[in-house]
């Protein structure tokens, strides 16, 4: 006989206990025993129980759990049960972290991470491959538009595994947050304030102010302010809520036609990129996208190519901006600079940054992030059981990324959606705007080391988004080599992992459909390959994500910075544009009040936000794992109090990377 100490740990999510008894069973190498428990789980509350065993059951393998219910079916959270059996000088842990529905039998394998063995006798391996036969029945994959990465089969949140749903509280903090008193404040004076012309255009800038008031962040005041400057205007291409288009010119683009008349433009354009300070932002993705037409009023896109100068002190500052580019029909479109009449310059500005707008949210945002990090979930739910090193490393950044994205669908840019309601790319003209900019996703443009060269953007002092994200992706970087390192002890057997093989295969042909032909992988090859390719995964599911959500409200919520739509079709001259032209082409009254409301949504704080590296879920076993974790930590603190030291010396501090505000996964 041997005595058995049990903790059973439950969530400490709402409705995470449960009034059902709950029946145990230990399952170790040499017998089983049904334990003789009244267990009725409650909220954050980890219960203790000794428990005789009459038969010595040798190292414990699983533990098996059922919920019993007579009238109602109580679902509990369980995060985890320890077992210490007589003589051990270390508890045993089965992770669980997961809703215990129905009264079917749950088995919970102890926690040690385990490689795909070939003895088919191994209980272990006859448990992975059950487990997998299961979720491949649960998470099926679907195809939301053709041309874009494959999705999770769910028609909305409610059909979503109970595991990858929202929590009570995050749930209830998102939907109430739709409905917020603020929110529903701006509605309702702009109601009464404009009761007879939400349709209409504001009357002068200064009228935006009527709804730029109550809580905003410090960089959102500033962007009110200084939204005008080309020093500004500038610097968002570097470190604002879009870091991601701009690159060192290496030649004049062909784009670009200069007419008689502009040999000084040609020279001064010629001189800095000679000197290597020519920099260069093309939106040519838009060109061609069909604009919207919102309650009746055709809505305009353009496709702007903006060319700056970087200076010794940092400051990047426009040059020349085309806002459209050459065609059969106007073989030399005008050009703005900086000397021209002040309203044709800053119309060009608002061009410009109005087509930013729709890139990053349809292509930095929504694709790049959202859409890629689905792709990783839905591979790894499918291909990689809980044993697997792999899942137990990633599993922490999928977190909520499934019910948000499905709630984007449904909400965000399904038809009659706010895309359709108030963006010049809403109507269609989104979708066919991400097939684009699907066929120039490449691995490399989702590795920063690889990107930012591509880009030539390495070593540049004032471009603080590449070096935080270079910081990032090596702290992570490291943190992933010393978890695989501890379970993959040579390439070969890397290339003998046929779960990781089918993982990789399932992502590249499968979920992106095809996407090897732009240098993603459909085999590992090495652990350095293996290592590149989880890191690229962890840092878009959590610190690329924070890099173009959290800015959002800063620079998005002053409507005329960033305009989710234009209502009057590009200037092809400079002397006529007047003050009248610029109100008539931003936002109406109604477009207006919803962009701030929803970059408010997106951009505000929320409840359970848990920051990279910081996951309280114990996935691992054992010391060695949690001494990497430890590390991890340890070096994103380091990184914080580095860039909390160097933003106090800024006027504009950058902090979307700062790791206490970069998000372990895609949640809002």
Known sequence: MGRYRIHVATGAWPFSGSFNRVQLWL??????????????????????????????????????????????????????ITVQGPGALEEAAFPCYRWVQGEGLLTLPEGTARLAGNNTWDVFQKHREQELEERQQIYC????????????????????????RFHEQKRLDHEWSANDYRVRKWFMDIALKHVYSLMRSWNSLEDFDQIF???????????????????????QFLNGANPMLLRRSTSLPSRLVLPSGMEELQAQLEKELQGGSLFEADFILLDGIPANVIQGEKQYLAAPLVMLKMDPSGKLLPMVIQ??????????????????PPLAWLLAKTWVRSSDFQLHELQY?????????????????????????????????????????????????????????????GGGGHVQLMRQA??????????PPDDLADRGLMGIPSALYAHDALRLWDIIARYVEGIIHLFYH??????????????????????????????????????????????????????????????????????????????????TTKEDVTMDTVMGSLPNVWQT??????????????????????????????????????????????LEKEIMARNEQLDLPYEYLKPSLVESSITI
């Not at 109550?214 to 200084?226: C, D, M, N, P, S």
């Not at 699907?438 to 590795?447: A, E, H, P």
């Open 213 to 235: 008031w109550g809580q905003k962040t410090a960089l959102a005041e500033k962007v009110h302010q200084r939204w005008q400057d080309d020093e500004l205007f500038g610097y």
């Open 27 to 80: 399952v170790g190498e040499r017998g089983e025993a049904e334990l003789e428990l009244q267990l009725r789980p409650a909220r954050s509350q980890v219960e203790e129980f000794e428990q005789d065993v009459p038969q010595d059951l040798g190292p414990l393998q699983f533990v098996k759990l059922r919920k019993h219910h007579s009238l109602v079916d109580d679902a509990w959270f369980c995060d985890r």
């Open 323 to 340: 806002i459209e580019p050459p065609n059969p029909s106007n073989p030399t479109p005008p050009l703005f600079l900086p000397s021209d």
């Open 593 to 638: 009040s919803l962009q701030m409301s929803i970059t408010w949504l997106l951009g505000r704080p929320h409840l359970d936000m848990v920051p990279l590296g910081h996951h309280k879920e114990e996935y691992f076993s054992g010391p060695e794992p949690k001494a990497v974790l430890r590390q991890f930590q340890a070096d994103l603190d380091k």
């Open 365 to 425: 945002h929504l694709l790049n992030t959202h859409l890629l990090a689905e792709v990783f979930t839905v591979a790894t739910m499918r291909c990689l059981p809980g044993l697997h090193p792999v899942f137990k490393l990633l599993i922490p950044h999928t977190r909520y990324t499934l019910d948000i994205n499905t709630r984007a669908r449904n909400q965000l840019i399904s038809d009659g959606g706010v895309f359709d309601k108030v963006t010049s790319s």
């Open 490 to 571: 040579g390439d070969d057997v890397v290339r003998g992992d046929p779960e990781l093989q089918a993982w990789c295969r399932e992502i590249t042909e499968v979920g992106l459909c095809q996407a090897q032909d732009r240098g993603f992988p459909v085999s590992f090859q090495s652990r350095a390959q293996l290592c590149h390719f989880l890191t690229m995964c962890i840092f878009t599911c959590s610190a690329q994500h924070a890099a173009v959500n959290t800015g959002q409200f800063d620079w998005f919520a002053w409507v005329p910075n960033a305009p989710c739509t234009m209502r009057m079709p590009p200037p």
């Open 438 to 447: 699907m066929t120039q996703l490449t691995y490399r443009s989702l590795c």
């Open 141 to 164: 994959w679907a195809t939301w538009k053709e041309g874009l990465p494959l999705t999770i089969a769910a028609g909305s949140e409610d059909d979503l595994p109970a595991n990858m």
